[in-house]
């Protein structure tokens, strides 16, 4: 009887041991051209949207297929050696388009997959063009996504302090500006069990994470050969928010959910969004997105301007899009932005430079729909 039991108890932990869902590299996807394509809804009003996302432990069970929306967003890989910052972080063999795991900002998100875990080397700026750092941000030590294999019980943090030094013959009354970044997060894997959602069913590994960006800035000058340093304060902050993200092996991220902002219970019930796969699989090719692409233009502001003029538009859904500007002979004289761009409200500045006096227009362009705006340039 004895022998029986202890036979009994290896094999039950033995099974356990098989039924846990573990991430591996394999599961990580890196080939240029994949793409995953997402519902993604959004509260319509402050109270969020009604989600539940479950409890710790083995063996849980998620429903993901109910949704309120038709809003469809893509994540695309890139071949590495055709990003534009790739010189920067020669180490990336995953360049994705949707912003990452992190998704502080918008553009490319620059990450290396390896043996031992999964890293954020770097990311594209737009959507904090406020920052005068350029279009693009490296971490010096890489961020820990996650690290591999992983499976339920792994918890780990994010943490990195690191400083840009920006200097420009432009700023008045400093030769330098200090920005002081200030990257965290505490991240577990807290939960596996099966998911259901629009693209089928699947096994899956759940990552808890809370993570936070806050940006401080320090002017400085030199007076009589002293050192004068002016704290300027904080200048950015994404606030601590709180998210669920599902991974499935052989497949990747199937669903993320994110708190409303300042709710840090762990099984909150109202989110500030949701995202799930609504196609089983990450593929190479193209997918026709659920609904057209819509853009919506705002007037420029200034408008007539001398210098610079501020762009403001809005995309009803992810998509490949280019901002170009052209003179009153429909010439290309300036490429604003091309690439991929994500559901929402963008601005950006059209900074005029040499350009002379006169009648320019500016053109958003997707594959679908264009509009075309006037501006007048005065010297």
Same mark, same amino acid.
């Not at 929306?69 to 990003?83: G, K």
């Not at 199937?254 to 909150?268: K, L, Q, S």
């Given at each position: 009887m004895?022998?029986?039991?202890?036979?009994?108890?290896?094999v039950?932990? &033995?099974?356990?041991?098989?039924?846990?869902?573990?991430?591996?590299?394999?599961?990580?996807?890196?080939?240029?051209?994949?793409?995953?394509?997402?519902?993604?809804?959004?509260?319509?009003? @402050?109270?969020?949207?009604?989600?539940?996302?479950?409890?710790?432990?083995?063996n849980?069970?998620?429903?993901f297929?109910?949704?309120g929306?038709?809003?469809?967003?893509?994540? &695309?890989?890139?071949?590495? #050696?055709?990003?534009p910052?790739?010189?920067?972080?020669?180490? @990336?063999?995953?360049?994705?388009?949707g912003?990452?795991?992190l998704a502080?900002?918008?553009?490319?998100s620059?990450?290396?997959?390896?043996?031992?875990?999964?890293?954020?080397?770097g990311m594209?700026?737009?959507g904090?063009?406020?920052?005068?750092?350029?279009?693009?941000? #490296?971490?010096?030590?890489?961020?820990l996504?996650?690290?591999?294999?992983?499976?339920?019980?792994?918890?780990?943090?994010?943490? @990195?302090?690191?400083s840009?030094?920006?200097?420009?013959? @432009?700023?008045?009354?400093?030769?330098?500006?200090?920005?002081?970044?200030?990257?965290?997060?505490d991240?577990?894997?807290?939960?596996?069990?099966?998911?259901?959602?629009?693209?089928?069913?699947?096994?899956?590994?759940?990552?808890?994470?809370?993570?936070?960006?806050?940006? #401080?800035?320090?002017?400085? &000058?030199?007076f009589?050969?002293?050192?004068?340093?002016?704290?300027?304060?904080?200048?950015?902050?994404?606030?601590?928010?709180?998210?669920?993200?599902?991974?499935?092996?052989?497949?990747?991220?199937?669903?993320?959910?994110?708190?409303?902002?300042?709710?840090?219970?762990?099984?909150?019930q109202?989110?500030?969004?949701?995202?799930?796969?609504?196609?089983?699989?990450?593929?190479?090719g193209?997918i026709?997105?659920?609904v057209?692409?819509?853009?919506?233009?705002?007037?420029?502001?200034?408008?007539?301007?001398?210098?610079?003029t501020?762009?403001?538009y809005?995309?009803?859904?992810?998509?490949?899009?280019?901002? &170009?500007?052209?003179?009153?002979?429909?010439?290309?004289?300036?490429?604003?932005?091309?690439?991929v761009?994500?559901?929402?409200?963008?601005?950006?500045?059209?900074q005029?430079?040499?350009?002379?006096?006169?009648?320019?227009?500016?053109?958003?362009?997707?594959?679908?729909?264009?509009?075309?705006?006037?501006?007048?340039?005065?010297?």
């Open positions: 004895k022998y029986y039991l202890v036979f009994a108890t290896i039950l932990l &033995s099974t356990l041991a098989q039924s846990q869902v573990v991430i591996t590299p394999e599961d990580i996807p890196v080939e240029p051209g994949t793409e995953s394509w997402n519902y993604l809804e959004t509260p319509e009003d @402050t109270l969020g949207i009604r989600v539940e996302v479950g409890e710790e432990g083995s849980q069970e998620w429903d297929v109910p949704g929306t038709d809003v469809v967003v893509m994540d &695309s890989l890139i071949n590495p #050696e055709e990003a910052h790739i010189d920067m972080v020669p180490n @990336t063999n995953r360049v994705s388009s912003g990452g795991m502080f900002g918008e553009g490319y620059y990450e290396a997959v390896t043996d031992s875990g999964w890293y954020a080397l594209g700026m737009q904090m063009e406020d920052l005068p750092i350029g279009d693009f941000l #490296e971490f010096p030590d890489g961020l996504l996650v690290p591999l294999p992983a499976q339920m019980g792994d918890e780990w943090e994010m943490s @990195t302090e690191f840009y030094f920006v200097t420009s013959d @432009t700023m008045q009354m400093m030769d330098t500006l200090q920005l002081d970044f200030n990257i965290g997060g991240f577990s894997a807290d939960a596996w069990g099966t998911i259901q959602y629009p693209g089928g069913e699947a096994p899956a590994l759940r990552i808890h994470f809370t993570v936070g960006m806050w940006i #401080e800035g320090y002017a400085i &000058s030199w009589l050969n002293q050192r004068i340093v002016i704290p300027l304060g904080e200048l950015y902050r994404m606030d601590v928010s709180q998210n669920y993200l599902w991974f499935a092996p052989g497949i990747g991220e199937i669903a993320r959910v994110a708190a409303m902002p300042g709710d840090m219970e762990p099984n909150f109202r989110a500030s969004s949701v995202e799930r796969r609504f196609v089983p699989g990450w593929g190479v193209e026709t997105p659920a057209p692409i819509e853009i919506n233009l705002n007037p420029a502001y200034p408008n007539p301007f001398n210098g610079q501020r762009l403001t809005s995309l009803n859904t992810q998509a490949d899009l280019a901002i &170009s500007v052209y003179d009153i002979q429909g010439r290309l004289v300036d490429q604003l932005f091309k690439g761009q994500k559901r929402g409200e963008h601005s950006l500045y059209w005029a430079g040499m350009m002379p006096s006169g009648t320019y227009f500016v053109k958003l362009g997707t594959p679908e729909n264009t509009k075309v705006q006037r501006v007048l340039l005065l010297k």
